[in-house]
Structure formats: structure tokens, C-alpha cells
């Protein structure tokens, strides 16, 4: 089950059931599958709360992955900052829904086993996001 909640901010709009077509099978391209995914949209007040309270950072992030997956069965709480998402969205000069896609499968692509924190990971991290985009815009067109 894929579920969507909020915490202390409106929920964004978003095509449930194309999102959770689209999560299934980029799961299924790396050999997985979807076995409790939740996303949990906040400000940056509440994903500063969870960094310091459970990973000891005292800083703001566009996302924080709860991963709970067993072998190839993934799971997780998926923690999104709507306010940093649309300062990246800024940043990037890129719009608030393509920015929210990215790191929403980025979340995913951490649950299917994709690191990004040492040398060389990143680009395969952004190689992945780009691909999952990819499949994004696919499933639209159908």
C-alpha cells in the first residue's frame, strides 16, 4: 500500500493513483516490490524536528527516507519538506511539481537500494531520478 498524509501543511496535488503506478514499477525495475510506501508532507519545521530527533542533524532537508524493507520487498516512510522542495524548485529553476517528482522517487530509489552519500553515487542517484522522470512522463502519455 502506498498512502499520502500531511503534517502541518496542505497536501500537494498529486495524481495518487498515477503515483503509485509509477512507484510500482520503478520498484519493479530494480527487482522489488512496494510493500508499504508512505509519504509524509511537512514543512521545514516538522523535517527539522525528525532530523534532529532521530538522525542528530540540526538542518533543513527536502527529504528524509525511513527505510523498513526487507530483502526485495520495499518499505519505508518517505518524510517531504513542501517548503524546501519549492526553494529547490527556485534554485534549480525547475517547476514545484517536477522538483516534488524527483525527490518523492528519490525516496523510492533509496528504499530499491541507490545511495548517494559517497564518491561516484550522486550521478548514479541523478541517473536513476532521470530515468524514473522518464517513466513519469510515459505513464502520462497513456
Known amino acids: 500500500m502506498i498512502s499520502f498524509s500531511t503534517c502541518n501543511i496542505k497536501m500537494p496535488v498529486i495524481q495518487r493513483s498515477l503515483v503509485r503506478e509509477w512507484v510500482r514499477q520503478v520498484a519493479a525495475s530494480y527487482g522489488c516490490t512496494e510493500n508499504?510506501?508512505?509519504?509524509?508532507?511537512?514543512?521545514?519545521?516538522?523535517?527539522?524536528?525528525?532530523?534532529r530527533q532521530f538522525l542528530g542533524h540540526d538542518y533543513y532537508t527536502d527529504i528524509i527516507t525511513f527505510d523498513y524493507s526487507s530483502g526485495n520487498k520495499i518499505s519505508g516512510e518517505l518524510y517531504i519538506s513542501l517548503d524546501t522542495v519549492k526553494s529547490n524548485s527556485l534554485k534549480y529553476a525547475t517547476s514545484f511539481k517536477n522538483e516534488l517528482d524527483r525527490v518523492m522517487i528519490h525516496g523510492v530509489l533509496h528504499l530499491c537500494g541507490i545511495n548517494d552519500k559517497r564518491p561516484g553515487e550522486r550521478a548514479i542517484m541523478e541517473a536513476a531520478e532521470n530515468r524514473s522522470l522518464v517513466l513519469l512522463d510515459n505513464l502520462k502519455q497513456k
Open 36 to 51: 508499504g510506501i508512505g509519504f509524509i508532507f511537512c514543512d521545514d519545521e516538522k523535517i527539522l524536528q525528525v532530523n
